[in-house]
């Protein structure tokens, strides 16, 4: 098992289940932000996975920590089979009321990250001839939500990011598709009052949230070799609540 995934944001939530679903198929590169204990429970998790599974601190918001670590991984591991971009935050707020840090912050993290990432990723993959890109997105990108016009933009960004660089990657052997969850059990929505989850629930045709193990399913089916004709796709994952 010589490939290797690279999963940004793998410390909690979907990119944690990321991180342990894909071990069992590919070693495993994830980078987290700010919580290294929770960086460390994930690895451990993952002690007894058929890939080896290492994680790098990163805030791929700033570009010079993508142009310190990026060369770094690709010294000592070669090119990835495959990456998925999956750190984001939401910082939601009326538009009116948000300031340009705040929108800065959204835009940044989500998508700008994903640039910084790919001008050091991308040539050396290109040169192997094969690979996939996963841009996790939301179906906040093609459904309106009050209070999430940074984020519904930049997740609608990558939409078109991944279409484009599907055109002009696809000659490279190297397929770029994007996964667009919709409401996910999370420690948030388990935060959630006993009513306004219960109404949350009710926007889903299936009534239920979906789990971060579901959207790690439909991630590694993304990149691995069973979609291998599949590319500048768009897969929605939510319970029909944008049917």
């Known amino acids: ?19 342990e679903a894909l071990a069992q198929r590919w070693n495993i590169v994830f980078t987290w932000r700010n919580d290294e204990q929770a960086s460390i429970e994930v690895a451990t998790s993952c002690s007894d ?23 770094e991984l ?12 999956n750190a984001g935050v939401t ?37 192997q001839g094969e690979g996939a890109l996963l841009l996790m997105s939301s179906v906040s990108a093609i459904k309106g939500n009050i209070g999430q016009t940074a984020y519904g933009a930049s997740k609608a960004a990558m939409v078109g990011l ?19 969850p919709g409401i996910i059990d999370s420690d948030m929505t388990r935060n959630m009052p006993s009513e306004a989850l219960k ?22 089916f993304m990149i691995g070799a069973e979609s291998r004709y599949m590319t500048g796709q768009t897969l929605v994952l939510d319970g029909g609540l944008t049917a």
């Not at 700033?62 to 310190?68: A, F, P």
């Open 1 to 19: 098992m010589n490939n290797w995934v690279l999963v940004t944001g793998g410390s909690r939530g979907i990119g944690r289940a990321l991180v």
């Open 49 to 71: 996975s058929p890939g080896w599974v290492a994680g790098y601190q990163c805030d791929g918001s700033k570009q010079e920590d993508v142009d310190r670590l990026a060369p």
């Open 74 to 85: 690709l010294a000592r591991y070669g090119a990835p089979y495959a990456v998925i971009h």
């Open 91 to 127: 910082l939601d707020g009326l538009h009116m009321q948000q300031n340009g840090d705040t929108w800065r912050q959204v835009i940044e993290t989500n998508l700008n990250a994903v640039f910084y990432w790919n001008k050091h990723l991308l040539p050396a993959m290109m040169s």
């Open 162 to 180: 991944g279409r484009s660089l599907a055109q002009e990657l696809g000659r490279f052997g190297i397929r770029v598709n994007c996964l667009l």
């Open 199 to 220: 109404a949350l629930r009710k926007q889903v045709p299936l009534r239920r949230l979906g789990t971060a193990q579901e959207v790690a399913a439909a991630a590694t």
